[in-house]
C-alpha cells in the first residue's frame, strides 16, 4: 500500500503543482506541499473501505475535530493580536 500511496502523491505533484506555482507563485507551490497527504488519504479511505474496515463517520468526526481546533486557534490568534 506504500507504493500506491506514494504515486498518488507523485500524481498529486506532478498535476497540481505546476498548476498552483502557475496561479499563486511560490506561495502556492507550498500549499501544494502541504496537502500532499490529502491524496494519500483518500487513497488509504478507499483501500480500507474496500476491505470494510473504514468507518467513516468517526474518521469524519476526528476531521472535524481537528477543524474545530484549528478555528479556535486562529480566533484566539485573530483575538490577541
Do not use: D, K
Not at 506541499?33 to 488519504?41: A, H, R, Y
Not at 480500507?48 to 480566533?75: K, S
Amino acid at each position: 500500500m506504500t507504493f500506491h500511496a506514494n504515486i498518488a502523491r507523485l500524481v498529486w505533484l506532478a498535476v497540481f503543482g505546476p498548476v498552483s506555482f502557475l496561479t499563486a507563485g511560490p506561495l502556492g507551490l507550498v500549499a501544494c506541499v502541504g496537502g500532499l497527504e490529502l491524496p494519500t488519504l483518500l487513497y488509504s479511505w478507499v483501500q480500507l473501505h474496500r476491505v470494510g474496515l473504514l468507518h467513516l463517520g468517526e474518521e469524519i468526526g476526528l476531521l472535524a475535530i481537528g477543524g474545530i481546533g484549528i478555528a479556535a486557534g486562529y480566533a484566539v490568534c485573530a483575538i490577541a493580536l
